[in-house]
């Protein structure tokens, strides 16, 4: 029990210095696309600039608006990327760690509950800004979890399985991405809506909406909803890795495709501009949720049929 926990605990703080990183990544590879360079005055080309944030941000003043519901201002935050890391205890590891059977219903019961902080964040602070961020973003989660869940459901009937280890031990010899090109590009694009990245990143519209539901915060709330949005990209990206790219978390090649990954999301956001909201409904419940129920019936029947050929 003792050696879960403090394996637990190393996982986090590993995350959250990755977090740190890819922030400096992010800052850096967009500088780059707009023909100018990132931070790279704090330490050599820069690298020490993330933790500089991060005290810069714990150590500023708090402020909450005065007819905010204050208990909930402060806790939604915290629940936020309590949430996000949580995530990350599905991770089948090495040294096995929590090995869960249900992995991917863990993975889906967890990443449905951060919709309750984003809409506890947007409501609570009590302004029409954050309120209207935080509605958009609840919509939009929940409207892009549906197809998530359908495409999962798919690599289910495939595999049988719940645990995410067994992934690995089906794509040995072929990748997922060749059986399931359609669906791997629905699920790249619905990982994006569902992780508020560009360009459907509605909940902080800045012609509209300021910040979104994160307007009101500030210092340590508002550095705790940037940690949470960066620590689900990375589970985003380790899980399209685990799905798609063969899903060999034993070998250093998983942890290259995991960053290139990562840099995909950063990518986007230097290249797309913001789609149109009612567009954005529209791709989730005309398109990806019809074209995702139909790929679910035809892997559905390529297993019964592969079990009617072995019969």
């Known amino acids: 029990m003792i050696m879960m926990l403090l394996s637990s605990l190393i996982l986090v703080v590993c995350i959250l210095v990755g977090v740190a990183f890819m922030v400096l990544l992010e800052r850096k590879v967009l500088g780059y696309i ?15 600039q993330p933790f500089s944030d991060a005290i810069k941000l714990f ?19 915290i629940l936020n990327l309590f949430l996000a890391l949580m995530l990350w205890m599905c991770f089948p590891f090495f040294s096995v760690l929590y090995s869960f059977n249900f992995g991917i219903l863990f993975f889906l019961c967890v990443s449905s509950l951060s919709v309750y ?22 919509a939009q989660t929940i409207s ?28 040995v010899y072929l990748w997922f991405i060749f059986l399931f090109m359609p669906l791997a590009m629905i699920w790249v694009v619905s990982s994006l809506a569902e992780t508020n990245r560009t360009p459907f990143d509605f909940a902080e519209g800045e012609s509209e909406l300021v910040s979104g539901f994160n307007v009101e915060y500030s210092s340590g709330g508002f550095a705790l909803i940037f940690l949470a949005e960066y620590t689900s990209i990375l589970f985003m990206s380790m899980l399209c ?34 789609f149109r909201y009612d567009k954005l409904m529209y791709l989730a419940w005309k398109s990806f949720l019809s074209v995702s129920l139909n790929y679910l019936y035809m892997y559905m029947g390529l297993k019964i049929l592969i079990f009617v050929l072995l019969i």
Do not use: C
């Not at 708090?62 to 007819?67: Q, R, V």
């Not at 289910?156 to 645990?163: D, G, K, P």
């Open 59 to 77: 150590s500023k003043e708090s402020i909450y608006p005065l007819m905010s519901n204050y208990n909930f201002y402060y806790f939604s935050p």
């Open 241 to 274: 890795v685990m799905l798609f790219m063969g899903g060999n978390f034993f070998h250093f090649m998983f942890f290259l495709k995991l960053g290139f990954m990562a840099f995909f999301w950063i990518w986007v956001r230097g290249t797309l501009p913001r």
């Open 144 to 171: 892009y979890e549906v197809s998530l869940s359908l495409i999962l459901l798919s690599f289910l009937f495939l595999i049988l399985s719940l645990n995410m280890i067994d992934l690995m031990i089906y794509q």
């Open 117 to 138: 902080s984003i809409m506890i964040a947007g409501w609570s602070s009590n302004s029409n800004y954050s309120l209207l961020g935080g509605l958009r973003s609840v």
């Open 34 to 48: 707009q023909i100018r360079k990132g931070p790279n005055k704090l330490g050599m080309m820069g690298i020490l």
